[in-house]
C-alpha cells in the first residue's frame, strides 16, 4: 500500500526551539507539499516541491523553511517556534502534470504541533 | 483563479438519513474533482473522484457526479452511518494549475 508517513503524530515543543517536521512517501511522487490546518480556517498551504533540491512558497511561508534533498523526502522545519505555530501539519505528495494530479494527493496521518 | 465553494457546516444527522454537502466551483477548462475525507485525529484520505463531465465517482456508498452545466460536485449518501463522522473536503485541480484547490470543509456528525 503506498504510504505518505510523517515521522510523529504528536510533538511538544518550546518557544524558540528550531523545530522539524519530517515527511516521507514511498510512491516515487515528483510534488510534495506542507499544509497546516486550524478550526475555521481550513488547510493552508505552507511550502512545495516539484523536484528534488526545489521549492515554492505557498500562502503562509513565514516563519517556516523547507528542505527537499531526496526525492522521497520532504521536510518543514519551523525556525523559531512560536506558540501561533501550534498546529496540525499535514504533508500530502502527488505525482506531476495534469495527467498526475487528476489521481488528487495522499496524505500523510498529520502531526499535531504544540508549542509552549 | 479557482476556487472551491463547500457547504457550510457543521452538518448533524441522524443515523440512516439522507446527507447532500454541496460543492460548486470556478475553473477554467476541465478540471478533475475530487471528495477527501478526514476523521477525526487523521490525517485526509481520497473518497472518490470525477476527471470528466458526466463521470460520477462512488466509494463506500457515497456518491458525487461531476455537473460541468452547473459546475457542481455534490456528495450524496442514501443512509449515514456514525462512522461516517468526519470533516468532508471537496476539491478540484485545475487545467493550468500544480496544486489542488480545497474547500474549507464540512463537518458531518452522525447521532445513534
Known amino acids: 500500500d503506498v504510504k505518505v508517513t510523517q515521522s510523529s503524530r504528536y510533538l511538544v515543543k518550546r518557544t524558540g526551539e528550531k523545530v522539524f517536521l519530517e515527511c516521507v512517501q514511498d510512491?516515487?511522487?515528483?510534488?510534495m507539499f506542507w499544509y497546516r490546518q486550524d478550526p475555521g480556517l481550513g488547510l493552508r498551504l505552507i511550502y512545495f516541491s516539484y523536484d528534488v533540491k526545489m521549492k515554492e512558497k505557498g500562502d503562509i511561508p513565514e516563519g517556516y523553511s523547507v528542505s527537499r534533498e531526496k526525492k522521497e523526502r520532504f521536510s518543514l522545519i519551523l525556525e523559531s517556534a512560536s506558540t501561533n505555530q501550534t498546529s496540525m501539519y499535514l504533508c500530502?505528495?502527488?505525482?506531476?502534470?495534469?495527467?498526475?494530479?487528476?489521481?488528487?494527493?495522499?496524505f500523510g496521518s498529520g502531526t499535531r504541533l504544540t508549542v509552549v | 483563479g479557482n476556487s472551491v465553494t463547500q457547504m457550510e457546516g457543521p452538518v448533524t444527522l441522524s443515523e440512516e438519513a439522507f446527507l447532500t454537502i454541496n460543492c460548486t466551483y470556478t475553473?477554467?477548462?476541465?478540471?478533475?474533482l475530487f471528495w477527501y475525507v478526514q476523521y477525526p485525529g487523521e490525517g485526509l484520505q481520497l473518497l472518490l473522484k470525477?476527471?470528466?463531465?458526466?463521470d460520477k465517482g462512488s466509494n463506500k456508498g457515497f456518491e458525487a457526479t461531476y455537473r460541468k452545466e452547473t459546475t457542481s460536485f455534490h456528495l450524496e449518501k442514501g443512509s449515514v452511518q456514525v462512522s461516517d463522522s468526519a470533516v468532508y473536503f471537496c476539491a478540484l485541480s485545475g487545467s493550468s494549475a500544480r496544486q489542488l484547490t480545497f474547500g474549507s470543509g464540512t463537518q458531518l456528525t452522525v447521532l445513534p
Open positions: 500530502a505528495s502527488s505525482l506531476s502534470g495534469k495527467g498526475g494530479l487528476g489521481y488528487g494527493y495522499t
Open positions: 470525477a476527471t470528466k463531465a458526466d
Open positions: 510512491m516515487d511522487h515528483e510534488n
Open positions: 475553473a477554467t477548462g476541465y478540471p478533475s
